[in-house]
């Protein structure tokens, strides 16, 4: 009978504990410390932000990143069906060996698309890796960005410079953006935040 009440009592307790944990971490997944602005322009086109959050590594803030949008969406499937451009907007918030981060993007398109779909936009895919390679480190506080536009492809930017002509399409932008939104994401907490979900 001991064990049993010991067990009653320290259940509800470590429910509660965990509930908070995760209050606790959806809000510091909203709370960026980058001003993202709640509307820019690509090629002519108002977006808006969708969403914004912190990307964390155990306990460490690794990036700040904002997703805009031509309107607003809150699940993956919308966003990916969504028209029009859209952007990804990054702040380093510690340094990032610019090898690392290349081959961690890649890591994430390969944990959230079929295989083959990897393999088909191979080309574009090294590209990504190329353009951070190039760099030794993202500084913190340095921002970068991976903007598409339909009938162009994806441009990568480094501090507000793009990295170079477009590349790949819809379907290889969408192997992007699952990166953050798709099944296995990057950080669950930041996927909500950009999808809006945060505040559910």
Do not use: C
């Amino acid at each position: 009978m001991i064990l049993i009440r010991t067990h009653a009592i320290r259940t509800p307790f470590a429910a509660l504990t965990l509930g908070l944990a995760l209050i606790a971490g959806a809000a510091q997944a909203a709370q960026t410390t980058t001003r993202f602005e709640p509307m820019l322009q690509v090629q002519g086109t108002p977006l808006l932000l969708n969403g914004a959050g912190t990307r964390f590594k155990a306990i460490f803030k690794v990036y700040d990143l904002g997703l805009y949008t031509s309107k607003k969406v809150g699940t993956p499937e919308e966003l990916i069906a969504l028209p029009g451009p859209k952007r990804l907007q990054f702040t380093a918030l510690r340094d990032l060996p610019g090898t690392d981060l290349g081959r961690l993007f890649i890591k994430g398109m390969s944990e959230n698309s079929p295989k083959e779909m990897v393999q088909k936009h191979t080309l574009s895919a090294t590209r990504l890796i190329e353009i951070f390679s190039g760099r030794s480190k993202m500084a913190a506080g340095e921002t970068f960005a991976m903007e598409f536009v339909p009938g162009k492809g994806t441009t990568f930017y480094i501090l507000g410079q793009p990295q170079g002509e477009p590349v790949g399409d819809a379907e290889f932008f969408a192997m992007v953006l699952k990166i953050w939104v798709g099944d296995a994401p990057a950080d669950h907490l930041l996927k909500a935040a950009l999808l809006g979900r945060d505040k559910e």
